[in-house]
């Protein structure tokens, strides 16, 4: 028995690959803005299944939110990678490389927008609880230090689709700090082989086997 549990930003891109025999359910997201909470509600699922199945996760590390997963009877197969940017990138290496060569780029997905934790949703919610002085104070070390704001998409579908999402966004980052603003198209291939392939290459994916639990080393 085949599982996909993932995160709706991938849904797109998972939904039309996978078989009659693969149940799949697909999380809110602003699951893994909770991380703590990630990981209870996969493993809930996980729990519930009745016979031992090949589960597919689609979330990376996300904050640690998986780190803890129990396989059980199950055999458990993640992105080896931190997040969704690293897989829209290809890879962690392909995303580190990245970070390397800006590493003042903070990174708008489809994953964090429109979720109520955005930089500008965050900064409006600072100012109703603690006033605009301390909110500024606030935003200004989260994030005063970054150089450049992109936006980074698995597609130009999905890039034309959240572009207006991003734009007080990225209005906010530039009246503030007059970041330059890029945007970037990944591939969704990478993703695309959590549920095409056999997914044993330990470069590109974690493979928990029975007995097993999800370890934050197993991404590095």
């Given at each position: ?14 939904s039309p ?109 600072y100012v ?93």
């Open positions: 028995m085949k599982v996909l549990l993932s995160c709706a930003v991938l849904d797109p891109y998972l690959l996978l078989d009659e025999e693969t149940a799949a359910t697909f999380f809110d997201l602003g699951l893994h803005d909770e991380p703590s909470l990630m990981r209870p509600t996969l493993q809930e699922k996980i729990d519930s299944l009745s016979a031992p199945s090949t589960v597919m996760i689609g979330y990376g590390l996300c904050g640690n939110g998986v780190v803890g997963l129990e396989a059980g009877p199950h055999t458990l197969i993640l992105p080896k990678a931190h997040d969704c940017i690293g897989m829209a990138y290809g890879s962690a290496e392909a995303h580190m490389a990245a970070q390397q060569a800006n590493p003042g780029t903070y990174y708008l997905t489809r994953g964090w927008l429109g979720t109520g934790n955005d930089p500008l949703e965050q900064y409006q919610r109703e609880q603690y006033g605009q002085e301390r909110a500024d104070r606030v935003v200004e070390a989260f994030y005063g230090h970054y150089t450049t704001v992109c936006l980074m998409a698995f597609s130009e579908e999905e890039l034309e689709q959240v572009r207006p999402l991003a734009a007080p966004v990225v209005e906010f980052f530039q009246d503030r700090w007059q970041l330059e603003y890029v945007e970037r198209v990944g591939n969704p291939e990478f993703v695309e082989r959590l549920v095409t392939t056999e997914n044993t290459n330990p470069e590109d994916f974690v493979v928990v086997e029975p007995g097993g639990t999800v370890t934050m080393e197993m991404f590095l």
